[in-house]
């Protein structure tokens, strides 16, 4: 039996009531709250900072937070989002200087550690990281905004990264973020994907709990 998380993207949630959205979608079914942190610098647009993570723990919020760095620097933000409550926090190698430093730096605060990896970037930096990382988060569109198409090559690219982790023998997460609906999680975890950011799939629909039911079924159709 697959140990798969479904995690909604606050990003596509109504940012008013983000503890309620919140809440809303654990008690849908999901497993993971999932962050989207952007700064208007290393992609085109701007999000959330510590303080919305530091808030989601203070409104009661226990379940895992999985915080995804798409900003240039990250050092900073990780002693704080570490700070805030984070359980994961996941970066881009490009945007780190020293990105053993970096993945220290996570590790050090008691979190789990994370690369993202953009459609075109290589698997090949994964040789000298796999055995300081939690997670590795494959991106199926090009960061900065929500609601995007699925880019089909990132399937290929998924079975490719999941055998590199099976040959490493390291438990490590595989996540995949970017136009992730109930019709193509199935394909994605056949692929070797174990952990599903979602946003506006979710988000965008009445019934949070039918959706994510939707997606399990789909899921229990993977041998």
């Not at 490719?160 to 438990?171: D, F, M, Q, V």
């Amino acid at each position: 039996m697959h140990n798969y998380l479904i995690a909604p993207s606050l990003l596509a949630a109504d940012f008013a009531r983000l503890g309620d959205e919140a809440r809303a979608v654990l008690e849908a079914g999901a497993d993971v709250i999932h962050l989207d942190i952007m700064d208007n610098h290393y992609v085109p647009n701007l999000t959330f900072g510590p303080v919305i993570c530091e808030a989601l723990r203070k409104f009661g919020i226990k379940s895992p937070i999985d915080v995804h760095l798409m900003t240039r620097p990250v050092d900073r933000l990780i002693t704080e989002f570490a700070k805030a409550g984070a359980t994961y926090i996941t970066f881009h190698p490009e945007s780190s200087d020293h990105v053993d430093r970096s993945l220290n730096l996570i590790i050090d605060h008691g979190c789990k550690a994370g690369i993202a990896l953009n459609p075109t970037t290589s698997l090949d930096c994964l040789t000298y990281l796999l055995d300081k990382i939690d997670i590795l988060l494959l991106m199926s569109v090009n960061p900065g905004f929500g609601g995007q198409t699925f880019i089909p090559y990132t399937i290929p690219k998924l079975q490719k990264a999941r055998a590199l982790i099976a040959e490493s023998g390291k438990n490590i997460r595989l996540s995949i973020d970017g136009g992730i609906k109930s019709n193509n999680i199935y394909e994605a975890a056949i692929a070797g994907a174990d952990m599903f950011v979602a946003g506006s799939a979710i988000f965008s629909q009445p019934d949070y709990a039918k959706v994510i039911q939707d997606m399990r079924q789909a899921l229990k159709k993977v041998k």
